[in-house]
């Protein structure tokens, strides 16, 4: 194979291209999945795989597929991919670079002449993001059989309407149940993301190769308790919804902070209230806890603690209470195999990388259900991720990808 030309630059036209496809204005990026702008920037990169000579097909929760045919039809692809939605006031970074990234990847293979025995194939994941559903990874978790298609057909979004009116507006045709794909259907899945976190910038690495993905989880509590007139009721008897919220994120950050684990995170991301007039004693209020570690027993006694705050600050307010335990997945563990092969591509191409644990999910925790998996991970910024000032410089990206079609280039010819 000759030596690989990434198109640095293209790359980096088509990043600020599809940043402005967003549901607010530069540099914020907003693309809520299924919202109008999550739409366009599907046709946006479905027309680039076009571009690019890749085959196009959808499943019914509109993952995209774009695959590189190889020589060998019947053997088990080789994938790799990321998402393009954004959560409110995200930046341009996250899951983009592994999406079209992955693109630049295999253009540059195949200008280098590299015939494939293992097709190669770009999975775009639909909803990494938990903003409309409350969970993340709704597209891969389906794809590993994690989520059932019952329990997806029962989400709902804020406004009521559930997954099916949603997909069908996104034009995703048959049924979810179709959507599960048989284990080893791949025979390897690596993903290219930037870190989110400031470990390679702080130690001037170029490359992160991921051994684990730390275990995630989420908490949904709805509390309602007495509106009324913020004048004329008095102190005492109020049964003041978001006060008591107020308590459940404190409980939150105390759980968090005395698990014993560094690793234990907490974050009361959504806190909702109505209903919102100032001159009104908030009656009800919707909180959204995410909670993760790298050690499930840490995680799941902070998520404990959290649970029993809520029954005891809703007791002594008088608040009435549901909470639900959306998600709370196990960390997945990478392959080792495959993560060799990414730091014998580095060592060979004479690129600085280190093993680590991603603190962030991707679609990657679920695709390790079905297939050895890995991921490349880039510096960001200062670790910036989940704003708009999120951060890779080009060469940073470039690096990403030639680190990523040389590994695809090895898996799909072994
Ligand atoms: C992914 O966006 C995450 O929240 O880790
Ligand atoms: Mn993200
Ligand atoms: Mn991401």
Redesign the pocket.
């Known amino acids: 194979m000759k030596p690989l030309a990434i198109d640095e630059q293209r790359l980096q036209r088509k990043i600020d291209e599809l940043a402005l496809i967003s549901e607010n204005p530069p540099p914020v990026v907003t693309r809520i999945l299924f919202s109008e702008a999550d739409l366009r920037g599907r046709t946006f990169v479905k027309n680039l795989c076009r571009d690019a000579g890749l085959v196009l097909r959808e499943d019914a929760v509109g993952n995209i597929f774009a695959r590189w045919e190889g020589t060998g039809k019947n053997l088990p692809a080789v994938a790799t991919g990321s998402h393009i939605d954004a959560i409110p006031n995200a930046g341009k970074f996250?899951g983009v670079v592994g999406v079209l990234g992955a693109i630049e990847a295999m253009r540059a293979l195949k200008a280098a002449k590299f015939q494939p025995e293992r097709s190669i194939e770009l999975i775009i994941f639909t909803g990494?993001?938990p903003t409309r559903f409350g969970i993340?990874c709704l597209g891969s978790r389906l794809l590993g059989g994690v989520l059932s298609p019952e329990k997806a057909a029962s989400l709902r979004d804020r406004d009521g309407k559930n997954l099916e009116e949603w997909r069908r507006h996104g034009g995703c045709g048959g049924t979810l149940d179709s959507v599960r794909l048989p284990k080893n259907c791949y025979s390897a899945f690596v993903e290219l993301h930037i870190e989110q976190g400031p470990i390679l910038e702080e130690e001037k690495l170029s490359i992160g190769i991921v051994e684990k993905i730390a275990a995630?989880g989420t908490l949904r509590v709805q509390l309602t308790g007495v509106g009324g007139h913020a004048g004329g009721t008095l102190m005492p008897g109020r049964r003041d919804a978001l006060l008591a919220g107020a308590e459940i994120a404190l409980a939150v950050e105390k759980a968090a902070t005395t698990t014993g684990s560094p690793d234990t995170v907490g974050t009361t991301g959504v806190f909702r209230i109505e209903p919102g007039a100032v001159n009104s004693v908030p009656c009800r209020a919707l909180l959204e806890i995410d909670l993760r570690d790298t050690q499930v027993a840490t995680r799941d006694a902070a998520l404990v603690q959290i649970e029993k705050a809520v029954a005891e600050i809703c007791q002594r307010r008088k608040i009435e209470f549901t909470s639900e335990r959306l998600n709370l997945d196990p960390p997945a563990i990478c392959d080792s195999t495959l993560v060799q092969t990414v730091s014998d591509v580095c060592r060979k191409l004479g690129i600085s990388h280190r093993k680590m644990i991603s603190r962030?999910?991707?679609d990657s925790l679920f695709l390790a259900q079905i297939c050895p998996t890995t991921m490349i991970f880039i510096p960001c910024h200062k670790g910036y991720s989940h704003r708009p000032d999120e951060f890779s410089s080009p060469e940073q990206i470039e690096t990403g990808v030639r680190v990523l079609a040389e590994t695809l280039a090895i898996a799909a010819n072994r």
Do not use: N, R, S
Request: glycine share 12%; proline share 12%; aromatic share 12%.
């Open positions: 996250d990494e993001e993340g995630p962030a999910y991707h």
